[in-house]
């Protein structure tokens, strides 16, 4: 079992930064892969956002933000980080992080891909 506790969420003006983290428990929480999803007011779907493999190698990015926000993370401390940099109001969401032993490759941006949810963070652009 994995659990998963995001923070970092807040409001900044359009054009800023903000990183948010999602602290994973659980022995073996190191060797998933991790990823970040976002739900915008009024939208009744997640947006994929952001996936980093185990190891941290490997990276996949939405188009939407692709060049601006950047995932990482440090598996001494089973946490994963989303830099969240030149932010627009339609950044404005609840984030969350997701995780998964072994993902798919054709659910990499699917919210079926992944096993294990947080409660999310809220993230508000203005502009």
């Known amino acids: 079992q994995v659990q998963l506790v995001e923070s970092g969420g807040g409001l900044v003006q359009a054009g800023g930064s903000l990183r948010l983290s999602c602290a994973a428990s659980?022995?073996?929480?190191?060797?998933?892969?991790m990823g970040w999803f976002r739900r915008a007011p009024g939208k009744e779907r997640d947006e994929f956002v952001a996936?980093?493999?185990?190891?941290?190698?490997?990276?996949y990015y939405a188009d939407s933000v692709k060049g601006r926000f950047t995932i990482s993370r440090d598996n001494a401390k089973n946490t994963v980080y989303l830099q969240m940099n030149s932010l627009k109001p339609e950044d404005t969401a609840d984030y969350y992080c997701?995780?998964?032993?072994?993902?798919?490759?054709?659910?990499?941006?699917?919210?079926?891909?992944?096993?294990?949810w947080g409660q999310g963070t809220q993230v508000t652009v203005s502009s």
């Open positions: 996936v980093i493999g185990g190891s941290g190698g490997s990276t």
């Open positions: 997701a995780a998964v032993r072994n993902l798919r490759s054709d659910l990499t941006v699917s919210r079926d891909g992944y096993d294990y």
């Open positions: 659980g022995r073996t929480a190191s060797s998933y892969a």
